[in-house]
């Protein structure tokens, strides 16, 4: 009797550990992939750095989601298209992407400045690295439709933007990419955020299979990691990496560097910048940076 006793008290903890791990792994999957709208500040747009522009919508590849953003015309040949960090919009206050806008513009660089669905003014619901092919390849489809031939469309992105050009770019042709606090491995990205939030990174390593099994279940996400692909890039790729960066580490991003295949790839790291925050640390001498690396590949 006592056997079966103890039996039936093991079987209910483990019944109730499995209840309260796949409870907190849904939980933990819903804050990963669901991305909160972030609204755009309608007081703030192009003019208010003084460079014309005009509001544009496109839709995104296959299932025709409405997406928005500016487009700034400028005098030069070529376009860059800004992918902004995952639960931002295209006004990205961490990185000033308006600000950058204006000074690629001044360098005649044309500019689509865009909201990922679900965030800014685009329909549609924000997930976490998902719906690359279709976002990216929408607004790479606009440009294209704008008379620009794929080796003359260059994009930047940040953060999870940044692994976004990258997973885009192994599958489909474009001049150049700019990646700018890109991660190598999206768990590893996922476990530095929650610690960040002041989560034992030994409960988040526990959680975490849990974590991704509920993502696939629920949100039919695909993991992806920019280090598996990064090889299948075949334009040249400049890398940037801000030695205060909490998220991203610099081994991650000389990992990136050392597996990418592209002859013209260039590494920057910049001293005395947090995660994706060299334009605003230092705005001079990363236009400067961005623009030599971009005019060499003419």
């Given at each position: 009797m006592k056997k079966a006793r103890l039996i039936k008290i093991i079987a209910i903890v483990v019944a109730a550990i499995l209840v309260v791990y796949v409870g907190l792994s849904i939980y933990g999957a819903r804050e990963a992939m669901e991305i909160p709208r972030l609204p755009l500040d309608e007081n703030i747009s192009p003019a208010a750095v003084g460079i014309?522009?005009?509001?544009v919508s496109f839709t995104s590849r296959d299932d025709n989601v409405v997406l928005r953003g500016w487009y700034l015309p400028a005098d030069g040949d070529y376009a860059i298209i800004i992918v902004h960090g995952g639960f931002q919009n295209r006004l990205d206050d961490n990185v000033d992407t308006l600000g950058l806008a204006r000074d690629l513009v001044a360098k005649g660089y044309n500019l689509l400045l865009f909201?990922?669905?679900?965030r800014g003014e685009s329909e549609g619901e924000g997930r976490s690295l998902s719906n690359i092919e279709r976002d990216i390849g929408?607004?790479?489809?606009?440009?294209?439709a704008e008379g620009y031939t794929?080796?003359?469309i260059y994009i930047i992105g940040f953060c999870s933007g940044?692994?976004?050009?990258?997973?885009?770019?192994?599958?489909?042709s474009v001049g150049a990419l700019v990646l700018d606090g890109c991660f190598a491995d999206v768990r590893d990205m996922v476990s530095n955020q929650a610690v960040l939030m002041g989560i034992p990174r030994f409960l988040v390593n526990f959680l975490a299979p849990g974590l991704l099994l509920m993502t696939e279940i629920i949100y039919d996400y695909e993991l992806?990691?920019?280090?598996?692909?990064i090889a299948d890039v075949a334009c040249p790729i400049f890398f940037i990496y801000e030695e205060n960066d909490e998220l991203v580490s610099l081994e991650e991003m000389q990992l990136l560097f050392d597996l990418a295949t592209h002859p013209a790839n260039q590494f920057w790291e910049v001293g005395d910048a947090e995660h994706s925050q060299s334009y605003k640390t230092h705005p001079a001498e990363y236009i400067e940076r961005v623009d030599g690396f971009l005019s060499a590949l003419d």
């Amino acid at each position: 009797m006592k056997k079966a006793r103890l039996i039936k008290i093991i079987a209910i903890v483990v019944a109730a550990i499995l209840v309260v791990y796949v409870g907190l792994s849904i939980y933990g999957a819903r804050e990963a992939m669901e991305i909160p709208r972030l609204p755009l500040d309608e007081n703030i747009s192009p003019a208010a750095v003084g460079i014309a522009y005009e509001e544009v919508s496109f839709t995104s590849r296959d299932d025709n989601v409405v997406l928005r953003g500016w487009y700034l015309p400028a005098d030069g040949d070529y376009a860059i298209i800004i992918v902004h960090g995952g639960f931002q919009n295209r006004l990205d206050d961490n990185v000033d992407t308006l600000g950058l806008a204006r000074d690629l513009v001044a360098k005649g660089y044309n500019l689509l400045l865009f909201d990922l669905r679900g965030r800014g003014e685009s329909e549609g619901e924000g997930r976490s690295l998902s719906n690359i092919e279709r976002d990216i390849g929408g607004a790479v489809d606009y440009i294209l439709a704008e008379g620009y031939t794929s080796e003359r469309i260059y994009i930047i992105g940040f953060c999870s933007g940044a692994a976004s050009a990258c997973i885009f770019a192994s599958q489909n042709s474009v001049g150049a990419l700019v990646l700018d606090g890109c991660f190598a491995d999206v768990r590893d990205m996922v476990s530095n955020q929650a610690v960040l939030m002041g989560i034992p990174r030994f409960l988040v390593n526990f959680l975490a299979p849990g974590l991704l099994l509920m993502t696939e279940i629920i949100y039919d996400y695909e993991l992806v990691n920019a280090q598996d692909i990064i090889a299948d890039v075949a334009c040249p790729i400049f890398f940037i990496y801000e030695e205060n960066d909490e998220l991203v580490s610099l081994e991650e991003m000389q990992l990136l560097f050392d597996l990418a295949t592209h002859p013209a790839n260039q590494f920057w790291e910049v001293g005395d910048a947090e995660h994706s925050q060299s334009y605003k640390t230092h705005p001079a001498e990363y236009i400067e940076r961005v623009d030599g690396f971009l005019s060499a590949l003419d």
